[in-house]
């Protein structure tokens, strides 16, 4: 029987040329292998972020000393970083000022992302290093209350140990491409502050999304992020139709206190929704 270009092991040898299968198994074999690269596969990339840097701000001097830096932490109290710029940028900008070790006393500057789903990284900000200073862990206390939980537990933990805190100041110039801009961090998701800034941009998103919505079962909602999501709806489609679908109203957001509503019961079947 002939086969045609797209149809059959003609079509695996056009996707995988170097691996052409010469048996059944073999055949498992590179069928597996090419799934699990379109699974990790990063869409191709629009341009490099230092091209979009160099286009937004071709005058900014100094490029070899601002750092790319991606937030992503898993320590106790820490909020989601994501849900903290909508709902507090304040509190999230405070977070970032502190650091365990000197790691931007050699800037001029730092490109600021969130560490999302695998390699990616949400830009949320360009911040001039003006200075810093050390001292122990601050008074819970004297915080931002949304990382008050992050503070108790350092104190608690490590009361003794010096930390820097600098001062960040915002950089305007990049305040169009703040919680627009997604990056492929690389295969280096560990090191979380780089000097290298030519990252593929992958997205480009509304800045007022807060990406995707998850499972029923892992969806955990403040009455903040409901008026947040209310104020911008349209910037979060999936949020929309899922709390619609179980039957939360979109003005819900603005006028319900979490004493009143501190759970919402869903569609017969699903979990319920955690209020916070």
Not at 185 to 198: E, N, R, T
């Amino acid at each position: 029987m002939k086969t045609t270009p797209g149809t059959g092991w003609a079509r695996w040898e056009m996707l995988d040329a170097d691996a052409a299968p010469s048996s059944h198994r073999g055949a498992t074999a590179v069928l597996r292998s090419y799934v699990a690269r379109l699974l990790t596969r990063m869409p191709e990339p629009l341009f490099s972020f230092a091209e979009l840097v160099a286009r937004v701000c071709p005058a900014l001097e100094g490029i070899d000393k601002w750092k790319a830096v991606r937030h992503l932490d898993n320590r106790p109290g820490v909020p989601d970083l994501v849900e903290l710029f909508h709902l507090d940028r304040e509190a999230l900008e405070f977070y970032q000022a502190e650091q365990g070790k000197d790691i931007f006393g050699a800037c001029d500057g730092i490109f600021s992302f969130l560490g999302l789903p695998g390699r990616r990284a949400l830009f949320i900000g360009a911040y001039q290093v003006r200075g810093s200073r050390k001292a122990t862990v601050l008074d819970p206390s004297t915080v931002p209350v949304a990382l008050r939980g992050m503070y108790e537990a350092a104190r608690r933990d490590d009361p003794d140990v010096v930390r820097y805190y600098y001062d960040l100041v915002r950089d305007p110039r990049f305040a169009a491409l703040e919680m627009r801009v997604v990056v492929d961090w690389g295969p280096g998701a560990l090191s979380w502050h780089q000097w290298a800034l030519d990252k593929p941009v992958v997205e480009l998103r509304d800045p007022n999304s807060l990406g995707p919505c998850p499972d029923y079962r892992e969806v955990d909602v403040s009455l903040a992020k409901l008026a947040f999501l209310t104020r911008h709806e349209e910037a979060n489609p999936s949020w929309r139709d899922r709390l619609s679908a179980v039957g939360i109203p979109a003005a819900l957001g603005t006028h319900a206190r979490s004493a009143d509503h501190p759970a919402i019961p869903l569609s017969p079947g699903l979990p319920t929704i955690a209020m916070r």
